[in-house]
């Protein structure tokens, strides 16, 4: 986040601005009153789940530097000192817009359909009786009050964990009189609670744990009075540490290291807006926090916690249609999975097309007699993977597996030291790729014994792909997939795979650009080509699609070619420190990103080289991790047909798409492209065009 400045810091925007940005633009789809209610409400839950991730890793940051004392600004000359407080200006905004159109506008639409949160003031004889009981048996049994006291110092509070401070009157049994205690609910307990329908008359009528907490906490304290009963929310630094030079076992350091997360430094408190400025202080005090890190919020203080309701409510009328992913035209409904990739390099565009055709290439090979060896890399797969299942079978029945984890994958690193223990009980060679180096590439490769032209031998087919190898997570991120028994192609891949395994230097690679070895240059190069062109006074154009795009050099390189007339769309969903359209500089570049129903993941590199139309796949962003301190795979799409599907499905629609699109101008603000013509929604396209016929 302070790397030393290398060019005109007027090029780039703040990382971290740019990021609020797009928390910004998902909150707009909250708003948007075209965007079925319920729905509504999961994007402004995924703006808080959102918000938590950023203030546990880049706020984190900036307090851990502010903290040593540095000054040295980022590429945009921005101190870590401003950036802070610049941060803390347009956070404390944008979740008062959040609360603000959660209260005016979500809550009450939902009390219109009959999905009523109640409140504790409006609560009928009747509601109050069962609430109790509940409480009486469900809530109080796991809750343990700590009064604050000598004896009693204030607990260690979990990351993210809801709790209450109560402010007492009054002495206890043992002649006690500290006047405040801490309730912390546990994490087993749902934040949102259905009352039957007999007693609301209503389909879903919900309580929140909090109100229920905060209406019976004095039967925690008999005896004595309670003043005030206020919810709090402490988020901590969440970035593990792991010394390079210290740790001799990386699994084991990492399980050590794990359990500290919950208790980081801390680096936000949230507090409902009915706290008592003395409480408010002592909470600061214990936290060392400082006024600007607080955030009083008008209602529960942890809106991921509703993401469930979405889920608990049967209103089909109030939520996205379903639909069922379809399958490329090259697989019928009963296929040989390995017949038809040797018939042709099979395309999956997720969600639109199914994610199954990868779980069935992994299926059988497990089954399969004729194959030998399995290798697979993970970084997220989910805790319930039918994948690692698949793997487990396939160790069982005695092929060679082989599955590369990253341990190092934020959030994920405890389900990835569960997944490593379940494999290697088995048998499956786990290994964790190279200490320093995430690996991120997504790849999974067979080895079949077959009869091939050259005789009988060995073939190899391969997965590659832009997104997780997570079932779950196909179904809502849009991602590409290629399976292929490609030769040169799958030669790569088995070498990406040795260096991941073994030692050596890394060969020269045909078709494959890998990090953290040739994927920077490689794109410079492209750039450069393109830029070459131009100045020749031929056709220069490149049309890039990724999550984030913050490298320098990249960002010098699409500047320049800009200057020389190349023609350069970028479509970015999250952060972009790139300045669009400022003359003499960038006039030729474009940016914009798509925010919609699906989350836009994949990565996606287009030149035109000469109109032979280069068109590549990738694990990676633009970013300097991704490039440097990454293991990265980008693989070109060869055959012709498919390079134009990934063209007319990846990348046109968005250069269209005049409904969900916001264009970024000059200073990092975005507007939503909107134009005189027919009304253009590239995932809406998508949809109408790749998945199952009902």
């Known amino acids: ?66 903290k040593l004392g540095s000054h040295t600004p980022g590429t945009d000359n921005l101190p870590p000192q401003e950036v802070f407080r610049r941060v803390g200006l347009q956070a404390h905004a944008l979740i008062a817009e959040q609360y603000a159109l959660l209260n005016d506008e979500i809550l009450p639409s939902l009390a219109a359909e009959g999905i009523v949160f109640l409140r504790r003031s409006l609560w009928k004889e009747a509601q109050s009786k069962w609430i109790h009981d509940y409480f009486r048996r469900e809530v109080m049994p796991v809750l343990t009050p700590i009064g604050l006291d000598p004896a009693h110092p204030f607990p260690r509070v979990l990351n993210k964990s809801l709790n209450f401070a109560i402010e007492l009157d009054g002495t206890d049994a043992f002649g006690r009189s500290s006047g405040a205690a801490i309730v912390q609910a546990p994490r087993a307990l749902p934040r949102v609670i259905q009352l039957p329908r007999k007693l609301t ?29 206020y919810q709090f929310r402490v988020t901590r630094n969440s970035d593990l540490f792991v010394d390079d030079e210290e740790v001799k076992n990386l699994r084991t350091a990492l399980q050590g290291e794990l359990p500290q997360r919950h208790f980081g430094d801390a680096v936000r408190l949230e507090v409902a807006d009915n706290c008592s400025e003395v409480m408010a202080d002592f909470l600061l005090q214990q936290f060392g926090l400082d006024r600007t890190d607080m955030f009083r919020v008008p209602g529960i203080v942890n809106l991921v916690r509703l993401m469930s309701v979405p889920d608990s409510v049967d209103r089909p009328d109030l939520k ?33 097309q199914s994610f199954t055709p990868v779980i069935q290439f992994l299926q059988q090979a497990a089954d399969d007699p004729q194959v030998v060896a399995i290798r697979m890399t993970v970084y997220r797969t989910g805790t319930e993977s039918v994948l690692m299942e698949h793997l487990l079978r396939a160790a069982q029945q005695g092929k060679e597996v082989t599955v590369v984890v990253e341990l190092m994958a934020r959030f994920d690193e405890e389900a990835n030291l569960n997944i490593a223990a379940r494999l290697e009980e088995v048998g499956v060679h786990v290994v964790y790729g190279v200490f320093g180096y995430k690996t991120h590439a997504k790849m999974l490769q067979v080895l079949r014994r077959e009869d091939t032209a050259k005789g009988s031998g060995y073939r190899r087919y391969c ?14 991120y849009t991602d590409f997939g290629l399976l292929t028994c490609h030769e040169e192609i799958n030669a790569d891949v088995n070498e990406i795979f040795k260096q991941l395994t073994g030692l050596g230097k890394a060969n020269i690679l045909t078709h494959l650009w890998q ?52 023609e350069i ?50 694990s990676a962003d633009w970013m300097e991790r991704n490039f440097f301190r990454r293991i990265e795979s980008c693989f070109p799409v060869l055959d012709p047909k498919l390079k134009r599907r990934v063209i007319k499905e990846g990348l046109r629609p968005y250069l269209a798409d005049n409904s969900q699109a916001w264009v970024m101008d ?27 016929s009902a």
């Open 1 to 66: 986040m302070t790397s030393p400045r290398r060019y005109p810091a007027d090029h780039f925007l703040n990382r971290e601005l740019s990021l609020l940005a797009f928390n910004r633009r998902v909150l707009a789809q909250a708003a948007d009153s075209s965007v079925p209610l319920l729905e509504r409400l999961r994007f402004l839950c995924i703006v808080s789940s959102n918000l938590d991730e950023f203030f546990e890793i880049r706020v984190a940051g900036l307090k851990e530097q502010i």
């Open 201 to 229: 008359g209503l389909d879903y009528g919900f309580v929140f744990l909090s109100s229920v907490l905060h209406q019976h906490v004095g039967e925690l304290f008999a005896g004595m009075d309670v003043l005030g009963c």
């Open 320 to 352: 996205y249609a379903p639909f069922q992913p379809g399958l490329p035209k090259s697989l019928t409904k009963r296929y040989d999975i390995f017949a038809s990739i040797r018939k042709q390099d099979i395309l999956l565009h997720h969600p639109y």
């Open 463 to 476: 997965h590659l792909g832009t997104g997780n190898y997570h079932p779950r997570t196909t179904r809502f």
């Open 515 to 566: 990090a953290p070895f040739t994927l920077h240059a490689k794109v410079l190069a492209a750039i450069q080509a393109e830029t070459e062109a131009a100045r020749a006074g031929r056709k220069g154009q490149i049309i890039a699609k990724m999550n984030s795009l913050v490298e320098p050099e990249i960002i010098e390189a699409l500047y320049q070619a800009s200057q020389t007339g190349v």
């Open 569 to 618: 769309d970028l479509i970015v969903r999250g952060s972009c420190i790139l300045r669009p359209g400022v003359k003499g500089l960038s006039e030729n570049i474009r940016v914009r990103s798509v925010i919609g129903r699906f989350l836009e993941h994949s990565r996606i590199f287009y030149f035109h080289a000469d109109g032979e139309e280069q068109v590549y796949l990738a």
């Open 666 to 692: 000059a200073n990092g603000g975005f507007a939503i492209h909107a134009t005189r013509r027919g009304r253009s929604c590239a995932q809406e396209a998508l949809l109408a065009e790749l998945v199952a």
